[in-house]
């Protein structure tokens, strides 16, 4: 039992610190991709900033980051799930593809919402061309945020329901980190708000559970803590009754 035990350790810790990774990465980006003129900007706010430059510079980098998170979370997402696969219990398929599906429309979504937010100021950095009108810049930054808040924390609710549904089956999460982790998903699915508060909720639960997945990983290797794993039974030798002869 001690291989099962020693894989269950390293698919628990690869799962965690991919996912500190990617929380990291995360708010470090919307830190910086936030320097930009919020939508509400008048336009002297949007002219002054990307004139400067320095703030421009400053999106630029966060817009770099953001693929470095999502490569984080899509090893987070494909080491949760196989440590999840591992472990015995009911299997059911939906939840399966529903994990990795809003886990990948997720990234895709903040991906290009970072990409329309950051596009002028990766205009003002890489080009000497005249800057478009602020009405250009606000028109993107609404795409960039309809991208993200109302799809892509969506697809983050989604995940947040699958991961936990799949990870409570197995007897992987706590209870109280169940209950957190559906009243998150739910704030996540309701919410019509554009304040970048709200994506640090699933980074905040990303943490959580890595520190879970953490403990699980450094938990002590006796046999009351082995992983439990899928055995097949064997088969028994059919009985042969063998007919003895009494007659002398």
């Known amino acids: 039992m001690e291989e099962p035990a020693r894989e269950h350790r390293a698919g628990a810790r690869m799962s965690a610190l991919s996912g500190?990774?990617?929380?990291?990465?995360?708010?470090?980006?919307?830190?910086?991709?936030?320097?930009?003129?919020?939508?509400?900007?008048?336009?002297?706010?949007?002219?002054?900033?990307?004139?400067?430059?320095?703030?421009?510079?400053?999106?630029?980098?966060?817009?770099?980051?953001?693929?470095?998170?999502?490569?984080?979370?899509?090893w987070h997402v494909?080491?949760?799930?196989?440590?999840?696969?591992?472990?015995?219990?009911?299997?059911?398929?939906?939840p399966r593809w529903l994990q990795v599906t809003s886990g990948v429309v997720f990234v895709c979504m903040v991906f290009a919402g970072s990409a329309a937010v950051g596009a002028v100021a990766l205009l003002t950095v890489f080009s000497s061309t005249p800057l478009p009108p602020p009405d250009v810049a606000r028109a993107l930054g609404s795409a960039g945020y309809g991208l993200v808040f109302v799809f892509g924390v969506r697809a983050a609710g989604m995940y947040i329901i699958a991961t936990t549904r799949?990870?409570?089956?197995?007897?992987?999460?706590?209870?109280?980190?169940?209950?957190v982790s559906y009243l998150a998903a739910a704030f996540l699915l309701v919410s019509t708000t554009f304040h970048p508060a709200i994506l640090l909720v699933f980074p905040g639960w990303v943490?959580?559970?890595?520190?879970?997945?953490?403990?699980?990983?450094?938990?002590?290797?006796?046999?009351?803590?082995?992983?439990?794993v899928?055995?097949?039974?064997?088969?028994?030798?059919?009985?042969?009754?063998?007919?003895?002869?009494?007659?002398?």
């Open 230 to 248: 899928h055995t097949v039974p064997t088969p028994l030798a059919p009985e042969v009754h063998h007919d003895h002869d009494d007659r002398a």
């Open 78 to 94: 494909s080491a949760t799930r196989t440590l999840i696969d591992e472990l015995p219990g009911p299997r059911s398929e939906v």
């Open 166 to 179: 799949l990870a409570r089956t197995r007897e992987l999460l706590p209870r109280w980190l169940a209950v």
């Open 20 to 74: 500190f990774a990617f929380a990291v990465l995360l708010v470090v980006a919307l830190v910086l991709v936030r320097q930009g003129p919020g939508l509400g900007a008048p336009d002297s706010t949007y002219a002054r900033f990307y004139a400067d430059g320095h703030g421009s510079v400053l999106v630029t980098a966060g817009v770099y980051i953001v693929p470095f998170a999502g490569i984080g979370f899509l």
């Open 207 to 228: 943490v959580l559970l890595s520190v879970v997945l953490l403990l699980e990983a450094r938990r002590p290797t006796t046999p009351g803590h082995l992983p439990r």
